[in-house]
Nanobody, 125 residues
C-alpha cells in the first residue's frame, strides 16, 4: 500500500511559478512510476507529466511541455512538479499518482493504483 500526500499548491499570478511535492509512505516507492494529473471544474482528469521509477525517462503533455518539469528524489520518497510560466488555464486540482507498472509512462488515470488527495493550483490573470 502506498499513501501519497501532495503539497505546494496555492494562488499565483500568470507568469509565476510553483513547485508541487508528492511524498510517499512506502519504502518501495522508488519501484513505482509516478504521474501528475490535474482536474479543472467540469473537466475530466488529464495527464500532465510522468517520470519512470528509474528517473531516467520523463513524459509531458503538450500543453505543459517546456514549462513544467517533473523529478524525483527516491532517497526522500518524493516526486516534484516544477511549474513555470503558469497560465490561467493551468488552474486545477493537481494529483500525484503511482503505478507499479514499470514500463513506459502511461497517460491513462486508470493505470495508476495509488492517488494523493490533490492540491489546488489557482493562476490569476
Amino acid at each position: 500500500q502506498v499513501q501519497l500526500v501532495e503539497s505546494g499548491g496555492g494562488l499565483v499570478q500568470a507568469g509565476g511559478s510553483l513547485r508541487l511535492s508528492c511524498s510517499a509512505s512506502a519504502r518501495t516507492f522508488n519501484m513505482y512510476n509516478t504521474g501528475w494529473f490535474r482536474q479543472a471544474p467540469g473537466k475530466e482528469r488529464e495527464f500532465v507529466a510522468g517520470i519512470r521509477w528509474i528517473a531516467i525517462n520523463t513524459y509531458y503533455a503538450d500543453s505543459v511541455k517546456g514549462r513544467f518539469t517533473t523529478s524525483r528524489d527516491n532517497a526522500k520518497n518524493t516526486v516534484y512538479l516544477q511549474m513555470n510560466s503558469l497560465k490561467p488555464d493551468d488552474t486545477a486540482v493537481y494529483y500525484c499518482a503511482a503505478s507499479n507498472k514499470r514500463g513506459p509512462i502511461v497517460v491513462v488515470p486508470t493505470e495508476y493504483e495509488y492517488w494523493g488527495q490533490g492540491t489546488q493550483v489557482t493562476v490569476s490573470s
